[in-house]
């Protein structure tokens, strides 16, 4: 059954690719432990098939957490060289070099990248990489012009054309990231509904515990008549078969 | 008419979640399976959290520097992630509790209003 837990975290772990190691670590020491406490609740490890069925998609959880972590420094890095990289064959003097070069596809390719970047790694890198790509575009005009020793390509209305160009970069990658982390902060809070009577159970009825809903019985079944046990700590009645005391957390052997 | 019943029931919840687990974590240090169950118990069974929605908020909240983490090993070796207030999470506890006690008392005024 421990079996399930860590296959359902081990696809965790891997869809938080990329975000910093030391933040993956906890987030599945975490779950783990969770799951752990759930089963203890619910009846010992035999539970654990369930509980791991009833909790979201790895992808779905790795998601939520990639929005509060984003990504890792070396992926940031990267993230920003590729930004440089293509940003240098942006700038349109490169077609005055070499009429056969297409200055607008690699903008294009670049606006793609930016927008992916936004939407995917937060606000900050969404910044980061958009005025790396404006500042590299400058540089390298700035550079190219001197060499050319022509001045004249850069002034005018073309360097506003120019200037204007580049601050969309940074638009184009701030604006979907801005977009989502305020989406993904109202979705934060948001807590699944349940029918009315499960919703609000009578205080005085027998509640199990954590979840309302029962176990299916094809997936789990407790054993008939299970002997008693208590917690040599704290004396809470408990299963023979729970590993942990569901209030104190001592192991029962 | 039930579509909007739950509508506002979960905007109202959403609206106090962070309040209650502020609230929930300021009588002491607790983890995250203790959090849920406590939560519920206080509430009735008026807030059920699951594990996808409570731990990505205690993230959020120690990141935003409501709450500190600190991982400890209990007794029985298994190691576990306890969230307490920091001053700021407690100050916004505070200034939240005068929020919510202003709201509830308008709302009821509001409500109880003769016509």
């Known amino acids: ?253 | 008419m039930k579509n909007i019943g739950e509508e506002w029931t979960r905007e109202l919840k959403k609206g106090s979640i962070q309040l209650c687990l502020l609230a929930v974590i300021s009588t002491g240090r607790k983890y995250g399976f203790q959090i849920i169950k406590e939560l519920r118990e206080m509430s009735s069974g008026y807030y059920d959290l699951k594990e996808g929605t409570l731990y990505p908020a205690l993230h959020r909240l120690e990141k935003r520097g409501y709450l500190k983490s600190q991982w400890i090993t209990q007794d029985s070796g298994m190691p576990r992630k306890y969230y307490s207030l920091t001053k700021k999470g407690l100050k916004a506890l505070e200034e939240a509790r005068g929020e919510w006690s202003r709201m509830v008392s308008s709302v009821n005024d509001v409500l109880e209003a003769k016509k």
């Not at chain 1, 860590?6 to 891997?14: F, K, P, W």
């Not at chain 1, 020793?149 to 638009?171: E, P």
């Not at chain 1, 205080?203 to 008549?225: C, D, F, K, L, V």
Request: charged share 15%; proline share 9%; with cysteine.
């Open chain 1, 1 to 253: 059954m421990t079996q399930d837990m860590e296959q359902y975290l081990s696809r965790v772990r891997l869809w938080m690719f990329g975000m910093p190691r030391k933040a993956k670590n906890g987030i599945v020491n975490e779950l783990r432990a969770h799951i752990i406490d759930s089963s203890n609740a619910q009846g010992g490890p035999a539970s654990i098939g369930y509980i791991v069925s009833q909790m979201e998609s790895p992808r779905r959880t790795a998601n939520k957490y990639k929005q509060i972590y984003g990504y890792g420094l070396p992926l940031k890095i990267l993230f920003v060289v590729i930004t440089i990289f293509l940003a240098i064959w942006t700038v349109p003097i490169w077609e005055i070099v070499n009429p056969s070069f297409s200055t607008n596809f690699v903008f294009l390719l670049l606006i793609v990248f930016l927008f992916v970047i936004g939407s995917r790694a937060g606000k900050k890198m969404a910044l980061v990489t958009g005025i790396a790509a404006l500042l590299t575009r400058f540089i390298i005009l700035g550079l190219i012009a001197a060499a050319l020793g022509d001045f004249a390509v850069v002034q005018g209305g073309g360097v506003f054309v120019f200037l204007m160009a580049s601050i969309f970069l940074i638009l184009v990658a701030y604006i979907p990231a801005r977009t989502i982390e305020k989406w993904e902060d109202k979705r934060a809070w948001d807590i699944p509904m349940q029918p009315a009577s499960q919703a609000y159970p009578s205080p005085y009825a027998p509640q199990p515990y954590p979840n309302p809903r029962p176990a299916p019985q094809a997936m789990y079944s407790p054993p008939p008549n299970p002997p008693a046990n208590s917690c040599p700590r704290c004396g809470t009645a408990i299963f023979i078969t729970t590993k942990y005391c569901p209030e104190c957390g001592t192991r029962v052997v």
